[in-house]
Structure formats: structure tokens, C-alpha cells
């Protein structure tokens, strides 16, 4: 049922109903309900402050407010769906209940200033929830690199096996990117931490309130200085959802590895039975679902990204109602982020790691070539031959179906008089990880101050 709106008085009809529905955000923004309540009280204690309001009115806002939020909590309000969105049906929720202070509220500011202080707390304190939620994904990453210092495992280029290196190196490159969204949702962060309240409509407004203080008491580090600007910018929801969008594209470089990992031809990581799934139909089956999800959420939060920049593109100033489809996407991105850390997580922590068949695998490859070539081209043979020799090696090799070290001096003596005992020793894959001692290489003492700065940086 329509109900005349809290702009009553210069219509004379009330909305169409569908119209009313179609242009309501309420089932979307009363997730914003504490920082609206936040920043309605902030609001009114400035108004009373400044003898806009009186102390009364302002004691029976802060009461109303307080005892709608504890009855939110509590589960016993409903909104009333015939409210536009969650700052109106607040706004009535307290008249209802206060009376004629509550029409007090909105004196000095409008939904347009309003809206926008409730989703920059919003970001706020998701992007904090999200940067712990990521630095608990390192913290599990780090552990498992912390007890594989010595597991080897092939390392790859265009997914063919290229060098071996250590599992722990590895780890480190998935808790790095995790690192850089960590930073990315700081910056997000930073940029949210400004306060809109004030603003009013757009221009500002003549009552004389003070807006530095309403930002300190919301805990913004500081002020918007242009009122326009405060109501119209949302490049602060396009910096936490590129953050989003970052994450995500991380997890589903994580999660494609553990795919691969857990597959009978790897079988490098058994992941936990609580993490998998098996077939309606093939009882053998146990499927690596979660981090196929994870992979395959990452193309929605692409999609928000993409829906908030289209959304702001060519918007003419101030405030319009497209900025309405801000929201949304925001929450997705939020959501979807914090389930697949989540789910990660779980995985990474309950994951078997079967060292043995990375260490069989390591052997597979030819991946002591480079350190043939290398030793030759030590041994006065130019770099270049060295790499033919070796390439002819490796085929010899490949024919005869043998390894690298499985070949004798004699065998590496047909293609070049240089190899002496000494160069077999370089075709054992311990060795070949352990020479490679250049800053950030994946020998184990490099590897080792990785874990340290890790560490002391706090993740
Ligand atoms: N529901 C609106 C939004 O989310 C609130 C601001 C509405 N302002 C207006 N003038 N219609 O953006």
C-alpha cells in the first residue's frame, strides 16, 4: 500500500506502486542501518551543540535512535517496505515512535550527504574486516611454507616443468599478492575516510553547523572540503572494489594451483574431505568444488567492478539517482571476497602435502639442464655451445629414457670433452635449488629471509 512519502507536501498523488518498488533501495542499503544510526546521532548531538536543536530533542533523538538499533539487533523491527530506503524508513521509524523531535533530524542535511557518510563508514570498516581477513590467509600460507623449507617441487613456465624450487618459495609468491591487497584495501581505505556530512543536497547549508565535528565524532580523519564533491564522488567504492577485484583474481590464481595440485596427474596436495565433493553419479569421485567456485565467483566481482565504473561515467554534478546502483555491487564484492578468503583459508589449512611425489616430479624434466649449460660455460665452453651441447644431451637422454643424472661421465663425454666427475654433481635437483643463492632466489637461506621479512613486516 502507497503511503504519502516523507516529501508529502508538493504532490498531490501518491507514487504508483510499482514505481514506488522499482525505486526503492531498501531491500539493498538496510545493511547500512548501524552507520546510518551512527551518523544520525553524531548529527543531532552537532545540532544540539550548536543550538540548532535543543538538549531535549536531541536526548529523545539519541534515545529513539538507541532503542531502534537494540531492537534491530534483537531481530523485532521490520522495515516497512513502503519506505524508500533505510535512512527514510529510520527517519519515520523514530517520528513514530519520538514524535516531533524526530522531525527535528534532518535539519542542515539531506539523503544526499547522508547516504554517502553511510557508505563510506561502510567501506571503512569493511575494508579493515578484509585486510584481517587477508592477513589470516597469509598467516596459513606462511605456516605451510614455514614446515617446507626442504620440499622441492618442480617450478614452472607455460605450465612445462622449468626449474625445481622450493615449496616454500612457491607459497611466498601466493602470500606476496595477498600482501599487495592488503595494501590496495588500505588505500581503499584511506580514500573512504573523509566525511560528507554537511554537504546537505549539494550546496551546503545555512545553518550553522559544524562539520569537523560530526567527522571526528564518526572517526573520519577529515573533512570533504567541496560540498559537491562530498555528495558525488563514489571513487572511493571504485578503489574498494578494484580492491575486491585484485583479491579475487589472486584466489583464483591459488585456487587454479590446488586444482591442479589435487589432480591424480600432479598429486602433489590431497585437499581435506571437509573442503570437497564428490559425483551424484561416479563414486570415485572427490572434486576440488570450492576452488573452482572461488575461480569462478572471481568473474562477478569483475562484474561490479565493471557495473560502478560504468555506473559513474559521464555524470553530470551533483547527486542523481543513478548513484543509487553504488551500493549493491559494493556488498557483492564485499561478500564474495570475505566467503572465498574464507574458503581458501579452510583449504590451505587442512590440505595434505605429499612431499615424496613433488620430489618425484621434480626429478621428471630435464630441469638440471640450465645448470649444465651453466657449468660448461664455466669451464671455458661459451654460453651458447654450452646450451647446444646440453640440448643435444637432453634428447640423447630423452631417447634412451633416462634422466639427467641418471647419465655416466661417459655418456656426457659423447658431446663434450669438458664434463668431468665434478659436473654430475650438479644434475642432482638438491643441488640445483641450493645453488641458486641470488637475492630472492629459491636456494633455502634466501628463502629463509623472505620468511624473515615477512615476518618482521608483521605480513
Ligand atoms: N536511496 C538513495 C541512494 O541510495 C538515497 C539518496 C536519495 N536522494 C535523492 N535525492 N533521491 O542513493
Not at 287 to 304: C, I, M, P, Q, S
Amino acid at each position: 500500500m502507497a503511503l504519502k512519502a516523507l516529501w508529502g507536501g508538493r504532490f498531490e498523488q501518491f507514487m504508483n506502486d510499482e514505481m514506488q518498488a522499482f525505486g526503492a533501495s531498501l531491500p539493498v542499503d538496510r545493511r547500512l542501518w548501524r552507520e546510518d544510526i551512527a551518523g544520525s546521532k553524531a548529527h543531532a548531538r552537532m545540532l544540539a551543540n550548536q543550538g540548532i536543536i535543543t538538549r531535549s530533542d536531541n536526548e529523545a533523538i539519541q534515545e529513539g535512535l538507541d532503542a531502534i538499533a537494540h531492537d534491530i539487533e534483537e531481530g523485532r523491527l521490520d522495515f516497512e517496505l513502503s519506505s524508500e530506503d533505510i535512512h527514510m524508513a529510520l527517519e519515520q521509524e523514530l517520528t513514530r515512535r519520538i514524535g516531533e523531535p524526530g522531525k527535528k533530524l534532518h535539519t542542515g542535511r539531506s539523503r544526499n550527504d547522508q547516504v554517502v557518510t553511510d557508505f563510506r563508514l561502510y567501506c571503512v570498516s569493511a575494508a579493515d574486516e578484509l585486510g584481517e581477513e587477508l592477513e589470516g590467509l597469509q598467516r596459513s600460507i606462511v605456516a605451510v611454507a614455514e614446515a617446507h623449507l626442504d620440499t622441492i617441487l618442480p617450478g614452472y613456465t607455460h605450465l612445462q616443468k622449468a626449474q625445481p624450487v622450493l615449496f616454500a618459495q612457491h607459497l611466498l609468491v601466493w602470500q606476496a599478492m595477498l600482501a599487495r591487497d592488503r595494501e590496495r584495501f588500505a588505500a581503499a581505505r584511506a580514500a573512504a575516510d573523509a566525511s560528507p556530512l554537511g554537504a546537505a543536497a549539494l550546496a551546503g547549508t545555512p545553518h550553522a553547523i559544524d562539520r569537523e565535528d560530526t567527522a571526528s565524532a564518526l572517526g573520519f580523519s577529515r573533512v570533504i572540503p567541496n560540498s559537491m564533491d562530498a555528495v558525488s564522488d563514489r571513487d572511493f567504492a571504485c578503489d574498494f572494489i578494484y580492491a575486491a577485484a585484485m583479491g579475487m583474481l589472486h584466489l583464483s590464481r591459488i585456487c587454479e594451483e590446488l586444482i591442479l595440485w589435487s589432480t591424480e596427474e600432479f598429486g602433489f596436495i590431497t585437499l581435506s574431505d571437509e573442503y570437497t565433493t564428490g559425483s551424484s553419479i561416479m563414486p570415485q569421485k572427490k572434486n576440488a568444488d570450492l576452488a573452482e567456485l572461488t575461480r569462478g565467483k572471481t568473474g562477478r566481482v569483475y562484474g561490479d567492478l565493471l557495473s560502478i565504473l560504468t555506473t559513474l561515467k559521464s555524470l553530470p554534478l551533483a547527486y542523481n539517482k543513478d548513484l543509487q546502483e553504488d551500493k549493491e555491487g559494493l556488498f557483492d564484492a564485499h561478500d564474495t571476497l570475505a566467503a572465498c578468503l574464507a574458503a581458501v583459508r579452510g583449504m590451505i589449512d587442512t590440505m595434505s602435502i605429499n612431499t615424496e611425489r613433488m620430489f618425484e616430479a621434480a626429478q621428471g624434466g630435464y630441469m638440471a639442464a640450465t645448470d649444465l649449460a651453466d657449468w660448461l660455460a664455466a669451464h671455458d665452453v661459451a654460453f651458447r655451445d654450452a646450451h647446444e651441447i646440453v640440448g643435444r644431451v637432453v634428447l640423447y637422454a630423452e631417447q634412451h629414457q633416462k634422466r639427467l643424472d641418471e647419465l655416466t661421465l661417459d655418456e656426457l663425454r659423447q658431446f663434450s670433452e669438458a664434463f668431468v666427475p665434478e659436473a654430475l654433481e650438479v644434475l642432482d635437483i638438491r643441488n640445483v635449488v641450493a645453488a641458486r643463492t641470488s637475492l630472492g632466489g629459491t636456494a633455502r637461506k634466501e628463502v629463509e629471509a623472505q620468511l624473515r621479512a615477512v615476518k618482521t613486516r608483521s605480513f
